[in-house]
C-alpha cells in the first residue's frame, strides 16, 4: 500500500485542521492505520491509530479529547481532524499503515509494527 498525506498548513493557536491521507490499492480495508509526527531533532512520536474496520480508535495522551481519527474504506482514505491546535503540535505529520485486524490499541500501544509510511506533510500551529 501506497500512501500520500494532504492538509497540512498554518493555523493559529485554538484553530483546527483536517489532515487527509490517501492509500493506493484494493486492501486498504486490511490495514490498521495510523497518523504520527516528528519535530526536528526528536524522534518520530505517536499521534492516533484506527483498526482496519474503523472500529476502534486509540490516541496518545497528549492529543487525546482535542483529535479525532477516522476513515472511510469506500475512498482508501484516513483523516485526522485537529482541534484546539497548540504550538506543540507544530510537526511534520506522517499516515502510517500495518496490515492486520487487531485494535486500534494494540498497534498503538507497539507503534514500530506500522511499515508503511507517506510523505509528511507540514503542520505549523502560531500562538
Known amino acids: 500500500v501506497q500512501l500520500q498525506a494532504f492538509g497540512g498548513g498554518l493555523a493559529q493557536a485554538g484553530g483546527s485542521l483536517r489532515l487527509s491521507c490517501v492509500a493506493s490499492?484494493?486492501?486498504?480495508?486490511?490495514?490498521?492505520m495510523g497518523w504520527f509526527r516528528q519535530v526536528p531533532g526528536k524522534e518520530r512520536e505517536f499521534v492516533a491509530a484506527?483498526?482496519?474496520?474503523?472500529?476502534?480508535?486509540y490516541y496518545a495522551d497528549s492529543v487525546n479529547g482535542r483529535f479525532t481519527i477516522s476513515r472511510d474504506n469506500r475512498k482508501n482514505t484516513v483523516y485526522l481532524e485537529m482541534n484546539a491546535l497548540e504550538a506543540e503540535d507544530t510537526a511534520v505529520y506522517y499516515c502510517?499503515?500495518?496490515?492486520?485486524?487487531?485494535?486500534?490499541?494494540?498497534?498503538?500501544?507497539?507503534?514500530?509494527?506500522?511499515?508503511?509510511w507517506g510523505q509528511g506533510t507540514q503542520v505549523t500551529v502560531s500562538s
Open positions: 502510517a499503515a500495518v496490515l492486520g485486524d487487531y485494535g486500534a490499541a494494540y498497534y498503538g500501544r507497539a507503534s514500530g509494527k506500522f511499515d508503511h
Open positions: 490499492g484494493r486492501t486498504f480495508s486490511r490495514y490498521a
Open positions: 484506527i483498526a482496519w474496520n474503523g472500529g476502534s480508535t
